[in-house]
């Protein structure tokens, strides 16, 4: 899948107050550059100035990743191990008058030592752009959502395979091995996150730990998982019972559906995130299980796993066309056990457009 890496170069020039921005690895410079390095200790910066000049501070190693994209058109400052990165900073500044301008930097993944090095080389003007940058990657383009809509795909394929397979008396682990290996089978280029899995009263803890406890009938299995292609994730859970649910555990279900569905209706562009939030917390306020409702309905999805927009309670930014996100209400009641039902949807100007189709059904399909 091809993305128009100069066009998203471009949406930097939105970022008013700074004259050149520098990314180091992860999202942000996956999105404008199409470039993946590790963070790791050896620092990668890239810097675009207004004018479109791409350029970097990269270690020898890693130089032949930005020269064989010619459609980068790059400036290199490059330097080996044995010598250290200092000056390759003071040549980067130097060159690029960082020392005379104002730096924007993505202040929630750049780190200090990244930004002492700048400063050693001599720039004196650094200012946090880092949720100006969430905010450019909040509305996706259509081959984003494309990607998003592969990923999804597979997963569902992959969770419908693995639940003719799944059954009593199999361990957490068991289940979640098994839907990696169907994922990776099918085609996803790897996951979003490693499946978690909880049964019975550890499907109470929204973000537990998958473990080795046994699926007894008649209690909950939570499965929160999500394959990948193209860099982009799906983010998808269903909660499930083998045998025949409890009258609570069966409303605990009902509601959360309910939950669900009534945020994806309200949902559209120009309504706040507050609000989306506010019409699944309603439903389950009013079932009587508000209390246990203790996470936001749902994160922006891209890139990465967690993204803006945040549909959570009080937050008064509006829904754009083409945001992404996810609708993700639960019911956790502690030593009996809980419920998520999480779809993935697109903002259109009428409504969403829903990229998840699994049943929601508590018996396994």
């Not at 960082?98 to 930097?105: C, E, I, K, N, Q």
């Not at 994806?264 to 246990?292: F, L, T, W």
Request: proline content about 4%; hydrophobic content about 40%; charged content about 25%.
């Amino acid at each position: 899948m091809k993305f128009d890496y100069n066009a998203r170069q471009a949406k930097l020039n939105e970022i008013g107050r700074v004259d050149l921005i520098a990314l180091v690895p992860g999202a942000n410079m996956v999105y404008h550059t199409g470039l993946e390095f590790h963070l790791s200790e050896r620092p990668v910066l890239a810097f675009y100035s207004g004018d479109g000049q791409l350029s970097f501070i990269i270690p020898e190693l890693e130089v032949s990743k930005v020269t064989n994209r010619t459609d980068l058109d790059a400036q290199i400052f490059s330097w080996a191990d044995e010598e250290g990165y200092a000056k390759a900073f003071e040549e980067a500044v130097s060159v690029l008058n960082l020392d005379s301008v104002v730096l924007g930097v993505d202040g929630m993944t750049m780190r200090v030592f990244e930004v002492m090095a700048l400063t050693d080389a001599g720039v004196k003007q650094i200012k946090d752009v880092g949720e100006k940058l969430l905010n450019i990657r909040s509305v996706k383009a259509q081959e984003e959502i494309d990607a998003m809509r592969e990923a999804v795909k597979i997963s569902e394929q992959a969770l419908h395979k693995l639940m003719k397979q799944v059954k009593v008396g199999m361990t957490e682990s068991e289940i979640a091995s098994e839907l990696s290996r169907i994922l990776s089978e099918l085609g996803s280029d790897s996951e979003a996150f490693h499946p978690l899995v909880q049964t019975g009263p550890n499907s109470a803890v929204p973000h537990g730990m998958t473990t080795e406890r046994v699926l007894s009938e008649g209690e909950f299995l939570l499965i929160d998982f999500g394959g990948k292609k193209h860099g982009y994730p799906a983010d998808i859970t269903r909660t499930f019972c083998f045998g025949k649910p409890n009258d609570e555990l069966q409303k605990i279900f009902d509601t959360v559906v309910a939950a669900n569905e009534a945020a994806i209706k309200i949902a559209k562009a120009g309504v706040s995130c507050g609000d989306v939030d506010k019409a699944a917390r309603d439903v389950i306020e009013k079932a009587g299980y508000g209390e246990y409702f203790i996470h936001r309905t749902g994160h922006g999805l891209g890139l990465e796993g967690h993204e803006l927009p945040q549909i959570a309670s009080g937050v008064d930014d509006k829904l754009e066309v083409g945001m992404v996100f996810t609708v993700e209400p639960g019911i956790y009641v502690p030593d009996l056990g809980g419920v998520r039902i999480e779809d993935d949807v697109v903002v259109l100007e009428d409504g969403v457009d829903v990229l998840t189709s699994y049943p929601k059904t508590l018996k396994p399909e």
